[in-house]
């Protein structure tokens, strides 16, 4: 579990440093772990609400590409990369 900690904490730091970008795009900037593993991450960085998925919108009907979408920090995300480098 502490891995998973550290690592999220990479995670949030980069998207704090260099902005927020697509999943493919943070992994190639920072590949702390396997790609299976850093969408797992992913996954469990958002549903602890210190990201958060910007859906792409290609049509009215809602339809999204992983892809394309970006994850950026919440709030409470900020605040955690905040705390973490004082």
Not at 33 to 59: A, N, P, Q
Request: charged share 25%.
């Amino acid at each position: 579990m502490a891995t998973m900690k550290r690592l999220g904490l990479e995670v949030l730091e980069d998207i704090h440093h260099n902005g927020p970008d697509t999943r493919k795009a943070l992994w190639d900037r920072n590949p702390v772990c396997s790609w299976h593993m850093f969408k797992v991450l992913i996954g469990k960085l958002t549903v602890d609400g210190v990201i958060e998925r910007r859906l792409y919108s290609f049509s009215e009907g809602g339809a999204t590409d992983p892809a394309v979408d970006t994850y950026v920090l919440t709030e409470a995300g900020n605040s955690l990369v905040q705390l973490a480098c004082e």
